[in-house]
């Protein structure tokens, strides 16, 4: 099988892709190659921060690259998975439509609705559980894509792998 790429993509600061690329290495190591994008760049979002280090990850402090800056190195990707919740966000309306002229005519899209954590409301205890929630989603759609990439049926299997991302 030829290694697959990946761009993960979201708006804001791209916490959520950068999250989703971790769990893809750590997941995939050398079957898929892994990357991510936000419409702006700027430093991460600090609850993102707090609820991966509970998992032993340490998030960078400054986001990814730019949608932008991917398309202007001339990437091409397999796979355009983004990451929103909301159907009405202008930026994912005209990104959704110019995926194959920026990353490639055979570029797949696919769309995973999460949350952002700036749209997260309450107290602060409440704010972290719900990003924690917002974590183990994108966790849990970053198993179910490399299943369906990989062809993994095996229930053994499957407890291996979802205990590599804990």
């Known amino acids: 099988m030829d ?9 804001y600061e791209g916490a959520r892709s950068l999250i989703a690329q971790i769990y893809t290495q750590h997941l995939a190591g ?11 760049t700027a430093p991460i979002n600090g ?9 032993g990850i340490e998030l960078p402090s400054q986001g990814p690259k730019s949608v932008f ?16 919740k909301d159907k009405g ?3 994912s309306s005209v990104f959704k439509r110019s995926i194959e002229q920026l990353y490639g005519e055979h570029a797949v899209l696919v769309t995973w609705p999460i949350q952002d954590f700036y749209s997260l409301q309450g107290d602060s205890d409440e ?16 198993l179910a894509f490399y299943h369906s ?10 407890k291996q792998i979802d205990s590599l991302l804990q």
């Open 47 to 55: 609850l993102s921060t707090i609820v991966m280090r509970e998992c």
């Open 3 to 11: 290694r697959k790429r990946i761009l993960y993509v979201c708006n």
């Open 149 to 158: 990439l990989m062809g993994v049926s095996n229930c053994q299997t499957h």
């Open 69 to 84: 800056d991917w398309f202007a190195e001339g990437e091409h990707f397999d796979f355009v998975i983004m990451l929103f």
């Open 127 to 142: 704010q972290i559980q719900q990003a924690r929630d917002i974590r183990d989603s994108i966790r849990s759609q970053v």
């Open 89 to 91: 966000n202008l930026q």
């Open 30 to 40: 050398n079957d898929l190659d892994a990357c991510c994008a936000g419409f702006e």
